[in-house]
């Protein structure tokens, strides 16, 4: 890569480089979903046994996704301080301690003690740490969506821009596949230990990430930047000024992939073992087989809002999740593997594949270079805090009040993908603009 100098054109990034900068920023970010979603799993089969046993199996069950969202709320912040910094400091700083950060947190819950050896301090711990969990995530997204996105040739930054988001399935599908393999235990074994491996094996993969995100260079449009001495003094307080309606409508865009994620993908684990009696390895294995489609699709649907446009394909996958959301139900209702299996890969393979893969490339376009890491994240954190946060206490709140019925569930996730779709409609299309300064 060169170097840039004062009020010259952005360094140029070759294909090799290219490559290099796409699976640094894919396997940085799958490690860091792995250990978020790990949690996730966590909370819908285990914490609510083992860290809020006095409580009635739906009340433990409320409690535990309730110290889920926890994490959600620590996001925007997360996002806020790494999208200040990283836009006065770089890119690629914030995505080295939010790696970091993320590593030890969820190693730390796996060697967490359970209340019935520590009491009351065990939950209290638990959301300490999943405060530090969001924290983290909620500095990643930004810095490892800009570090593809403005590396890009300007007509691949969709598909390129899809590469980081790929770690959402991948960490999905890792955190996944390691609580199946230690499912297989005896259930006393299982609670004892088991749970606790996934969440330690972390250690390890942010050796690997780190490793990686070391060796990759700054993102040219902050180092253009940065070489012109332009930087905003304040870039977080500067996007609010400057973009607050691309700001919110961001937020806004998130509804259906964040809703149809964390029903689907989280809540459907409890309401599949618990409501249905459906085995935990077949739930686990409609988890696991979406999220190995998603993976084949994405970069199909970044490129494909490359050649027509950021918000077609958006608005369209909303439309499946919506026109999904009752057949999910109906398919699992049977208790049928293959259904079941069939069901996930279409609301989350294809439908979640679609809405998700442009995000990168469309937010950063929204955006201009100085303020680019603040306003990406916080829309995309704020997205995640108001729809994904409390979406599965909602869902299982609305299966309890409705006497086990899904229908109620089904018409959230329809009322998500609209406001997906106005707020798409909204935002102006951006795939044929460049990056602004």
Known sequence: MTTATPGAAAPTTTSSDMR??????????????????????????????LFFPEASPLAGTLFAFATFGVGFFARPVGAVVCGHLGDK????????????????????IGMLPSYATIGVAA?????????????????????????????????????????????????LMLSTAVFAVVSQLPDDEFLAWGWRVPFILSLALVAVGLFIRLKVSESPAFAQLQASGEQVKTPIVEV??????????????????NIAYYVFAT????????????SRNVALLGVLVASAVELVLMPYFGALSDRIGRRPVMIGGSAVCASMAFPYFLMVGTTNPYLVVLATVLMIGVGHAAVFAPLSAFF??????????????????????????PTPFIATALLAGSDGEPWLIAGLT?????????????VAETYKAGLSD
């Open 20 to 49: 290099r900068v796409a699976g640094a920023s894919l396997i940085g970010s799958a490690i860091e979903w792995y250990d978020f979603f790990l949690y996730g799993t966590a909370a819908a089969l285990v914490f609510n046994r």
């Open 364 to 389: 950063s376009e929204l955006f201009g270079t100085g303020v680019r890491y603040s306003g990406t994240s916080v829309g995309f954190q704020l997205g995640a805090l108001v729809a994904g946060a």
């Open 123 to 171: 939950p209290i711990l638990l959301v300490v740490l999943r405060i530090a969990q969001g924290f983290a995530v909620g500095g990643e997204w930004g810095g490892a969506a800009l570090m593809a996105v403005e590396h890009a040739p300007a007509d691949k930054r969709g598909f390129y821009g899809s590469w980081p988001q790929l770690g959402v399935p991948i960490g």
């Open 89 to 108: 400091v770089g890119r690629k700083r914030m995505l080295i301690w939010t790696l970091m950060v993320m590593g030890l947190a969820t190693a730390l």
């Open 267 to 278: 809540f459907a684990l409890t309401y599949l073992t618990g409501e249905l009696g459906i």
């Open 414 to 426: 329809v009322l998500g993908a609209l406001v997906t779709i106005v707020a798409t409609w909204l």
């Open 240 to 257: 609010f000024k400057r973009h607050p309606k691309q700001v919110f409508l961001s937020a806004g865009m998130r509804f259906t992939d």
